[in-house]
């Protein structure tokens, strides 16, 4: 069974940075589409950021140029470095793996469908 852990959460003030990382338990889940979600008290989960087999990213437009999603395949692991946040960014952060080599848009409302595997969630609280 694939499991995925995050870890990297925490407590900054507005402006600060975190790095999330996603350690995968099978080697073969980092050749294909993976993900960040976040879910924030009382909203919808929102897609973050995606990359693909070649490392081809793609982000939601809310953080696109403030967070970077990267894999280090070799470590089987998944980072998200988030930088500049926001009150806004205030959620649980999920890592998301799925068994496809390409990855769908992250900001269509039904991407969630497509990763079969979740991580429990890492929460990120920023103050302002």
């Known amino acids: 069974q694939v499991r995925l852990v995050e870890s990297g959460g925490g407590s900054v003030q507005a402006g600060g940075s975190l790095r999330l990382s996603c350690t995968v338990s099978h080697y073969i889940y980092t050749q294909y589409c993976m993900g960040w979600f976040r879910q924030a008290p009382g909203e919808e989960r929102e897609g973050v950021a995606a990359i693909d087999s070649d490392g081809i990213t793609n982000y939601q437009a809310s953080v696109k140029g403030r967070f970077t999603i990267s894999r280090d395949n070799g470590k089987n692991t998944l980072y998200l470095q988030m930088n500049s946040l926001k009150p806004e960014d205030t959620a649980l952060y999920y890592c998301?793996?799925?068994?496809?080599?390409?990855?769908?848009?992250?900001?269509?409302?039904?991407?969630?469908?497509?990763?079969?595997?979740w991580g429990q969630g890492t929460q990120v609280t920023v103050s302002s």
């Open positions: 998301v793996a799925s068994v496809s080599r390409t990855c769908p848009s992250i900001r269509d409302v039904h991407t969630a469908s497509f990763f079969g595997y």
